[in-house]
C-alpha cells in the first residue's frame, strides 16, 4: 500500500502526479535492499533517517526531510516520528498539495500520543480552511471558475467546508494544550482560528495567555544572559529564543489590535496593544505606521504626525513605494486638520 495516495482534490487540485509516483521507486528500492537487511541493519537505517528528518527539519531544508522521511518510511511505514517528521515537513512547503498531503499522514497517527500530532493536524486543517475560504470568494467574484451551474451554491458549499475544517482543527489544538498547557505554539494556533471563526472575544483572551507566557519566558532566558558564567553558544541560543518570543508578541498584538479596530470598534483598546509593542520594540516600520492611522481615527492629529514620521524614518522603502506616498498623504491631511482646528 502506497504511504500517501497518488492523488488528493480539493476543488479540482491535488498534488503533483510526479510527486506521488516517486513513492513507489522509493518503496520498490527500499524492499529489495531491506530484504537483505538484517533486523539489526533495518533498524539502523531507520535511526538513520529519522534524525536526518529531523535535522533537516531544524535547518529549515523541508523537502530534505521529507525525503528522509520518505526513505525512512519505506522500510517501517508504521513508524511514528517518521511518520509525524513527514506531515511536519509537507505542512512547511506551504503549498495546498503539501498540506493535503501532510493531512493524510498525519491522520494515521494517535492525536493522543504527542501532543505534536494534534498541532501539527490543526494546523494542516486551518491552511485547509483558509484554501477553501480563498477559494469561495473567488468563486463568489467570478475570478475562479467553477464548473457547478450554480456558482452562488458551490462558494456556499466552499464556505460550509472551510468552516468545518477550522471547527475540527479548533478541537485539535484544544486537544493538544491539554496534553502540552502552555505551549505557544498551540495557543498561536488557538488566536488564528478562533479569529477565523469570528470569535474574536476568545481570540482575544488565548493572546492574553499567550503574550504573559511569552513574556514570562523572555524575562527567564533574559536572566540566563545576564548569568556570569554562560557559555558563548548558550548566550546565541538564549538571544535567539528572547527574538523569536519578542516577535510572537509583536505579531500577536498586531493581530489583536486588528480585531479590536476592525472588528470590534475598540480603536483604543487596539492603540494600546500597539504602544504595548513600542515597549519592546520601537524599531519596527509596521507598528508606527499602524499607530498612525489609529491615532487619525481618533483625531490625534499630531501624535498620528510623529508616528508617521517614525514610519518614513523607519521604513526601508523606495521614495515612490505606495506605502511611503499614502504616508505622506496621510501626514498632509494632518496638517490641514490642525491648521483647521487652530483656526477654528
Keep these: 500500500m502506497p504511504l500517501l495516495p497518488r492523488r488528493l482534490g480539493l476543488f479540482g487540485l491535488g498534488f503533483s502526479r510526479q510527486a506521488g509516483a516517486l513513492l513507489l521507486p522509493l518503496a520498490l528500492i527500499a524492499s529489495a535492499c531491506s530484504s537483505t537487511m538484517s533486523r539489526e541493519q533495518r533498524e539502523k537505517q531507520i535511526e538513520i533517517h529519522t534524525e536526518s528528518a529531523s535535522v533537516n527539519l531544524v535547518l529549515g531544508e523541508y523537502q530534505r526531510a521529507e525525503d528522509q522521511a520518505l ?22 512547503q506551504g503549498s495546498i498539495d503539501s498540506v493535503l498531503r501532510a493531512e493524510y499522514a498525519l491522520r494515521k497517527l494517535d492525536t493522543d500520543e504527542d501532543f505534536r500530532v494534534a498541532l501539527s ?33 458551490r462558494a456556499r458549499e466552499l464556505r460550509a467546508d472551510s468552516r468545518e475544517a477550522y471547527e475540527e482543527a479548533l478541537e485539535l489544538f484544544d486537544e493538544a494544550l491539554d496534553l502540552q498547557p502552555g505551549d505557544t505554539e498551540v495557543l498561536n494556533g488557538l488566536v488564528r482560528v478562533t479569529a477565523h471563526l469570528e470569535r474574536y472575544e476568545d481570540s482575544l483572551a488565548w493572546g492574553e495567555a499567550l503574550v504573559r507566557i511569552a513574556q514570562t519566558d523572555r524575562l527567564w532566558f533574559r536572566r540566563q544572559v545576564d548569568r556570569p558564567n554562560v557559555s558563548t553558544d548558550d ?39 500597539l504602544d ?22 481618533l483625531s490625534r492629529y499630531e501624535e498620528a504626525i510623529a508616528a508617521l ?31 483647521r482646528a487652530q483656526g477654528a
Design 309 to 339: 514620521d517614525n514610519f518614513l524614518r523607519l521604513a526601508e522603502l523606495e521614495f515612490d513605494h505606495p506605502d511611503v506616498q499614502r504616508a505622506f498623504r496621510i501626514r498632509t491631511d494632518c496638517e490641514r486638520a490642525l491648521a
Design 121 to 153: 493536524l490543526g494546523e494542516a486543517l486551518e491552511r485547509k480552511g483558509v484554501a477553501l475560504e480563498q477559494a469561495a470568494a473567488g468563486v463568489e467574484s467570478g475570478e475562479r471558475f467553477t464548473p457547478a451551474p450554480d456558482p452562488a451554491a
Design 235 to 273: 548566550e546565541e541560543r538564549f538571544w535567539r529564543i528572547i527574538r523569536r518570543l519578542r516577535d510572537l508578541e509583536r505579531s500577536v498584538r498586531l493581530h489583536s489590535a486588528t480585531i479590536l479596530h476592525l472588528k470590534l470598534d475598540r480603536t483604543e483598546d487596539a492603540l494600546a496593544q
Design 71 to 92: 526513505r525512512g518510511l519505506a522500510l517501517d511505514d508504521d513508524d511514528f516520528l517518521l511518520t509525524l517528521y513527514l506531515g511536519r515537513a509537507l505542512l512547511n
Design 276 to 297: 504595548a509593542v513600542l515597549v519592546f520594540d520601537a524599531d519596527t516600520a509596521e507598528v508606527h505606521s499602524q499607530r498612525a492611522q489609529l491615532l487619525v481615527v
